[in-house]
């Protein structure tokens, strides 16, 4: 079955960087676009980054543009979220998504906590 395992989330103060890693199995992954999202308390998970599978093509939530880079290692069928300048609102629990044949499966998520 499909599995995601995140890490690398934890307490940073602002302006620190964190990496959060996902190891994926289960599913063919280097066919695949790969996303991070997140979401704070109160509010609704929002997307925050998207790998395609074929070219490698990118896209940010304008909020983390410039901060966060998201990578991948098919060889390793792991996705990687580098965050740094990380700002008090980045504050989120983060989570590992695919979407394969029209289902969107999760990871548990990791917790991001930015304070000083």
């Known amino acids: 079955q499909v599995q995601f395992v995140e890490s690398g989330g934890g307490l940073v103060q602002p302006g620190g960087s964190l990496r959060l890693s996902c190891a994926a199995s289960?599913?063919?992954?280097?066919?695949?676009?790969m996303s991070w999202y997140r979401q704070a308390p109160g509010k609704e998970r929002e997307l925050v980054a998207t790998m395609r599978s074929a070219g490698g093509s990118t896209n940010y939530a304008d909020s983390v543009k410039g901060r966060f880079t998201i990578s991948r290692d098919n060889a390793k069928n792991s996705v990687y979220l580098q965050m740094n300048s990380l700002k008090p609102e980045d504050t989120a629990v983060y989570y590992c998504?695919?979407?394969?044949?029209?289902?969107?499966?999760w990871g548990q998520g990791t917790q991001v906590t930015v304070s000083s």
């Open positions: 289960g599913f063919p992954f280097s066919s695949y676009a």
């Open positions: 998504n695919a979407r394969i044949w029209y289902t969107n499966y």
